[in-house]
Protein backbone atom coordinates (compact mmCIF):
# COMPACT_ATOMS: atom_id res chain seq x y z
CA UNK A 1 0.00 0.00 0.00
CA UNK A 2 1.64 3.43 -0.89
CA UNK A 3 2.05 5.63 2.00
CA UNK A 4 3.36 9.19 2.43
CA UNK A 5 3.26 11.23 5.75
CA UNK A 6 4.24 14.59 5.74
CA UNK A 7 5.90 16.39 8.68
CA UNK A 8 7.65 19.56 9.30
CA UNK A 9 4.59 21.99 9.50
CA UNK A 10 3.74 24.81 12.23
CA UNK A 11 3.56 28.25 12.66
CA UNK A 12 6.22 30.95 11.37
CA UNK A 13 7.08 33.80 11.25
CA UNK A 14 7.79 35.77 8.59
CA UNK A 15 10.80 35.62 7.18
CA UNK A 16 11.25 32.46 9.01
CA UNK A 17 12.25 28.67 7.22
CA UNK A 18 11.05 25.65 7.67
CA UNK A 19 11.72 22.12 6.21
CA UNK A 20 9.25 19.63 5.49
CA UNK A 21 9.39 15.69 5.29
CA UNK A 22 7.37 13.34 3.43
CA UNK A 23 8.15 9.49 4.08
CA UNK A 24 7.32 7.41 1.31
CA UNK A 25 6.37 3.71 1.63
CA UNK A 26 4.98 1.08 -0.27
CA UNK A 27 6.36 1.70 -3.57
CA UNK A 28 10.31 1.94 -4.79
CA UNK A 29 10.55 5.71 -4.03
CA UNK A 30 13.73 6.42 -6.79
CA UNK A 31 11.29 5.19 -9.52
CA UNK A 32 9.17 8.12 -9.05
CA UNK A 33 9.20 11.76 -9.42
CA UNK A 34 7.56 13.32 -6.32
CA UNK A 35 5.98 17.23 -6.29
CA UNK A 36 4.43 19.40 -3.30
CA UNK A 37 1.63 20.65 -4.38
CA UNK A 38 -0.38 23.50 -1.51
CA UNK A 39 -3.84 24.36 -0.89
CA UNK A 40 -4.36 27.81 0.77
CA UNK A 41 -7.31 27.78 3.23
CA UNK A 42 -10.49 27.97 1.44
CA UNK A 43 -8.44 28.19 -1.94
CA UNK A 44 -7.69 25.62 -5.09
CA UNK A 45 -4.60 24.02 -5.65
CA UNK A 46 -1.34 25.12 -6.79
CA UNK A 47 1.43 22.85 -7.63
CA UNK A 48 5.06 24.24 -6.10
CA UNK A 49 7.78 22.25 -6.96
CA UNK A 50 8.41 19.40 -8.76
CA UNK A 51 11.71 16.43 -8.69
CA UNK A 52 12.64 13.59 -11.05
CA UNK A 53 13.07 10.16 -9.37
CA UNK A 54 17.01 10.57 -10.18
CA UNK A 55 17.07 13.80 -7.98
CA UNK A 56 18.48 15.36 -11.23
CA UNK A 57 15.88 17.53 -12.16
CA UNK A 58 13.98 19.96 -10.46
CA UNK A 59 11.29 23.05 -11.45
CA UNK A 60 9.73 25.64 -9.12
CA UNK A 61 5.93 27.45 -9.66
CA UNK A 62 7.77 31.50 -9.94
CA UNK A 63 6.58 32.39 -6.83
CA UNK A 64 8.58 30.12 -5.00
CA UNK A 65 12.20 29.92 -7.09
CA UNK A 66 15.10 31.29 -5.17
CA UNK A 67 13.22 30.57 -1.96
CA UNK A 68 11.94 27.05 -1.74
CA UNK A 69 14.32 23.86 -2.02
CA UNK A 70 13.16 20.48 -3.13
CA UNK A 71 15.59 17.41 -2.42
CA UNK A 72 15.32 13.97 -2.26
CA UNK A 73 17.00 11.06 -0.62
CA UNK A 74 16.51 7.89 -2.22
CA UNK A 75 18.01 5.97 0.37
CA UNK A 76 15.76 6.96 3.05
CA UNK A 77 12.55 7.11 0.50
CA UNK A 78 12.35 10.45 1.78
CA UNK A 79 11.30 13.98 -0.13
CA UNK A 80 12.21 17.61 1.47
CA UNK A 81 11.06 20.79 0.95
CA UNK A 82 13.11 23.89 2.30
CA UNK A 83 11.33 26.95 2.80
CA UNK A 84 13.34 30.21 3.30
CA UNK A 85 12.16 33.78 3.11
CA UNK A 86 8.77 32.58 4.28
CA UNK A 87 5.52 34.95 4.08
CA UNK A 88 2.12 35.22 4.57
CA UNK A 89 0.80 33.89 1.06
CA UNK A 90 2.78 30.75 1.90
CA UNK A 91 0.08 29.65 4.27
CA UNK A 92 -1.34 26.77 2.72
CA UNK A 93 -1.49 22.94 3.56
CA UNK A 94 1.33 21.24 1.94
CA UNK A 95 0.64 18.20 0.12
CA UNK A 96 3.16 15.47 -1.19
CA UNK A 97 2.59 13.57 -3.63
CA UNK A 98 3.65 10.90 -6.03
CA UNK A 99 3.70 11.28 -9.68
CA UNK A 100 2.91 8.11 -12.27
CA UNK A 101 6.02 8.33 -13.43
CA UNK A 102 9.56 8.68 -12.92
CA UNK A 103 10.05 12.11 -15.36
CA UNK A 104 8.16 14.87 -14.22
CA UNK A 105 5.78 15.22 -17.04
CA UNK A 106 3.43 12.14 -15.42
CA UNK A 107 0.06 12.98 -12.98
CA UNK A 108 -0.34 12.35 -9.59
CA UNK A 109 -1.69 9.45 -8.63
CA UNK A 110 -0.96 9.30 -4.87
CA UNK A 111 -1.04 12.62 -2.35
CA UNK A 112 -0.23 12.29 1.56
CA UNK A 113 -2.32 13.99 3.50
CA UNK A 114 -0.80 17.41 3.84
CA UNK A 115 0.79 19.43 6.70
CA UNK A 116 -0.14 22.72 7.47
CA UNK A 117 2.41 25.70 7.40
CA UNK A 118 0.94 29.02 9.03
CA UNK A 119 3.24 31.90 8.19
CA UNK A 120 2.14 34.76 10.64
CA UNK A 121 3.61 37.09 12.84
CA UNK B 1 3.50 29.79 -19.13
CA UNK B 2 0.69 27.93 -20.24
CA UNK B 3 -2.70 29.13 -18.55
CA UNK B 4 -5.39 26.43 -17.70
CA UNK B 5 -8.89 27.86 -17.53
CA UNK B 6 -11.96 26.04 -16.25
CA UNK B 7 -15.89 26.19 -16.46
CA UNK B 8 -18.07 26.61 -15.23
CA UNK B 9 -16.46 27.69 -11.42
CA UNK B 10 -19.18 26.13 -10.21
CA UNK B 11 -22.60 24.38 -11.30
CA UNK B 12 -25.54 22.56 -9.76
CA UNK B 13 -27.28 19.51 -11.20
CA UNK B 14 -29.91 16.77 -10.40
CA UNK B 15 -29.29 13.31 -9.38
CA UNK B 16 -28.83 11.31 -12.57
CA UNK B 17 -28.04 14.26 -14.45
CA UNK B 18 -25.02 14.20 -17.29
CA UNK B 19 -22.70 16.56 -16.26
CA UNK B 20 -19.87 18.32 -18.49
CA UNK B 21 -16.75 20.67 -17.34
CA UNK B 22 -14.85 22.31 -19.36
CA UNK B 23 -10.72 22.87 -19.38
CA UNK B 24 -9.08 25.21 -21.81
CA UNK B 25 -5.02 25.63 -22.22
CA UNK B 26 -4.01 28.84 -23.05
CA UNK B 27 -1.28 26.53 -25.67
CA UNK B 28 -0.86 22.93 -26.70
CA UNK B 29 -0.42 20.65 -24.59
CA UNK B 30 -1.09 17.30 -26.86
CA UNK B 31 -3.09 14.91 -24.23
CA UNK B 32 -1.00 15.83 -21.25
CA UNK B 33 -4.06 16.59 -19.03
CA UNK B 34 -5.52 15.20 -15.40
CA UNK B 35 -8.52 15.01 -13.77
CA UNK B 36 -8.94 15.38 -10.07
CA UNK B 37 -11.97 15.01 -7.65
CA UNK B 38 -11.54 16.51 -4.29
CA UNK B 39 -14.07 16.34 -1.77
CA UNK B 40 -14.35 18.68 1.18
CA UNK B 41 -12.04 18.17 4.03
CA UNK B 42 -10.31 15.10 1.88
CA UNK B 43 -7.21 14.80 -0.57
CA UNK B 44 -7.47 15.04 -4.24
CA UNK B 45 -7.78 11.87 -6.05
CA UNK B 46 -7.14 11.15 -9.64
CA UNK B 47 -9.93 10.32 -11.71
CA UNK B 48 -8.58 10.87 -15.33
CA UNK B 49 -4.80 10.91 -17.31
CA UNK B 50 -3.84 11.38 -20.33
CA UNK B 51 -7.02 13.62 -21.13
CA UNK B 52 -9.04 10.16 -21.68
CA UNK B 53 -7.26 7.25 -19.74
CA UNK B 54 -9.52 6.57 -16.71
CA UNK B 55 -7.92 5.84 -13.29
CA UNK B 56 -7.98 2.09 -12.00
CA UNK B 57 -10.81 2.20 -9.45
CA UNK B 58 -12.73 4.87 -11.12
CA UNK B 59 -16.46 4.80 -11.33
CA UNK B 60 -17.25 4.60 -15.16
CA UNK B 61 -20.01 7.34 -14.99
CA UNK B 62 -16.57 9.12 -15.05
CA UNK B 63 -15.40 9.74 -18.88
CA UNK B 64 -12.67 12.17 -20.07
CA UNK B 65 -12.04 13.93 -24.22
CA UNK B 66 -9.85 15.93 -25.96
CA UNK B 67 -6.89 16.72 -27.33
CA UNK B 68 -4.32 20.21 -27.68
CA UNK B 69 -6.50 22.87 -25.78
CA UNK B 70 -9.66 21.89 -25.13
CA UNK B 71 -10.63 19.48 -22.66
CA UNK B 72 -13.86 17.79 -21.51
CA UNK B 73 -14.87 15.69 -18.03
CA UNK B 74 -18.09 14.31 -18.34
CA UNK B 75 -20.14 12.38 -15.43
CA UNK B 76 -22.94 10.67 -17.34
CA UNK B 77 -25.25 10.14 -14.37
CA UNK B 78 -24.49 12.59 -11.62
CA UNK B 79 -24.44 10.73 -8.71
CA UNK B 80 -24.80 12.13 -4.61
CA UNK B 81 -21.27 11.30 -3.89
CA UNK B 82 -19.78 13.24 -6.68
CA UNK B 83 -20.70 16.16 -4.59
CA UNK B 84 -16.67 17.48 -4.85
CA UNK B 85 -14.57 20.23 -6.83
CA UNK B 86 -13.08 18.95 -9.84
CA UNK B 87 -9.62 20.46 -11.36
CA UNK B 88 -7.96 19.79 -14.64
CA UNK B 89 -3.79 20.02 -14.47
CA UNK B 90 -1.62 19.86 -17.00
CA UNK B 91 1.81 18.37 -16.93
CA UNK B 92 3.43 18.24 -20.72
CA UNK B 93 5.74 20.68 -18.89
CA UNK B 94 6.75 22.74 -15.79
CA UNK B 95 5.09 24.75 -14.24
CA UNK B 96 2.74 21.98 -14.02
CA UNK B 97 -0.17 24.26 -13.48
CA UNK B 98 -3.99 23.43 -12.11
CA UNK B 99 -7.37 24.85 -13.15
CA UNK B 100 -9.27 26.68 -10.57
CA UNK B 101 -11.36 24.29 -9.85
CA UNK B 102 -15.09 23.83 -10.53
CA UNK B 103 -17.24 23.06 -7.58
CA UNK B 104 -20.09 20.54 -8.47
CA UNK B 105 -23.48 20.23 -5.99
CA UNK B 106 -26.11 18.38 -5.97
CA UNK B 107 -29.57 20.30 -6.62
Known amino acids: EVQMLESGGGLVQPGGSLRLSCAAS????????MSWVRQAPGKGLEWVSVISGSGDSTYYTDSVKGRFTISRDNSKNTLYLQMNSLRAEDTAVYYC??????????????WGQGTLVTVSS | DIQMTQSPSSLSASVGDRVTITCRAS??????LAWYQQKPGKVPKLLIYAASTLQSGVPSRFSGSGSGTDFTLTISSLQPEDVATYYC?????????FGQGTRLEIK
Open chain 2, 27 to 32: QGISNY
Open chain 1, 26 to 33: GFTFSSYA
Open chain 1, 97 to 110: AKQRSGGVTAAINY
Open chain 2, 89 to 97: QKYNSAPIT
